[in-house]
């Protein structure tokens, strides 16, 4: 499994092995996000530990992880497996483990990696084989549904629908869901390039980042999750523009 290191999330991507060609990204899960901001949050075991999709894998099989980072150094580390490996930009690190009961386990970046260093937990859960094998089984439908038609022209109506999911798992844990932003977080509300009738520097943004990736690249999203995002954002809180983009736009500007 590769384990790649973004500001300030981990891409998860099976090499090998029965999961073979299945990726996601694991983000800590919003609530925990919102407990830490109010400031007075709720004693509970997995707090800043939960995550929206952990690492899953078979229990007593060894799996190798190879590391590498998407921007800065950061490390995979899960004290449970004796496991920690830094993960560099450009390069790429191994480390192995082998889980010998079931469970959840977690871990967390340990090199600092900027101002969300601490909510960029990791969350390993340890399955039976059969388990495992109906894991493998759900994730193959689930990206098989998401394959992206770059021909495809979306409704205003679905674009907001789905720009709407993509912005809650990964964009409301800085720019708040009232779009607001906070500390050095931009306000997305009312923000001249969500308001520019020229979508290109909007999905330049997203797909390299700016401002020394204070705001990260997310190049690991679909072009239709892109393009929904953008027009979600685009036409949400105060920015009624009407504008929409068309996953052929996303594709485009990758090429």
């Given at each position: ?12 991507d099976?090499i ?41 894998v078979p ?12 921007d ?15 993960a ?26 900027g ?45 907001m ?24 977080i ?24 700016q ?9 690991q999203?679909?072009?239709s999750e ?30």
């Amino acid at each position: 499994i590769k384990a790649t290191g973004y500001q300030w999330k981990w891409g998860y991507d099976y090499i090998k092995g029965e999961g073979e060609g299945i990726g996601f990204i694991s983000t800590l899960d919003n609530a925990q996000r919102e407990m830490s901001n109010s400031g007075n949050p709720e004693p509970t075991d997995n707090y800043l530990l939960k995550v929206d999709n952990p690492l899953v894998v078979p229990v007593n099989q060894k799996v190798r992880i190879i590391t590498t980072s998407n921007d800065v150094i950061h490390s995979f580390a899960v004290n449970s497996f004796g496991i920690k490996q830094d993960a560099i930009p450009g390069f790429v690190r191994d480390t192995w483990f082998r889980a010998e009961k079931t469970g959840d386990f977690y871990g967390q970046c340990q090199e600092l990696c900027g101002k969300e260093h601490a909510y960029m937990p990791i969350h390993v859960k340890v399955v039976s084989a059969e388990e495992y094998t109906s894991w493998v089984a759900e994730q193959n439908k689930k990206l098989a549904a998401k394959q992206d038609d770059p021909n495809k022209v979306w409704a205003m109506a679905d674009l907001m629908q789905k720009g709407e999911k993509v912005y809650t798992a990964n964009c409301q844990a800085c720019h708040q869901a009232n779009g607001k932003g906070m500390g050095p977080i931009k306000s997305l509300d009312g923000a001249a390039v969500m308001l520019d009738a020229d979508a290109s520097k909007q999905i330049n943004i997203m797909l390299n980042g700016q401002n020394n990736l204070t705001m990260p690249a997310w190049k690991q999203l679909s072009d239709s999750e892109i393009a929904a995002v953008i027009s979600y954002t685009k036409n949400n809180w105060s920015n009624k523009t009407g504008q929409m983009v068309q996953p052929a736009q996303v594709l485009a500007a990758r090429q």
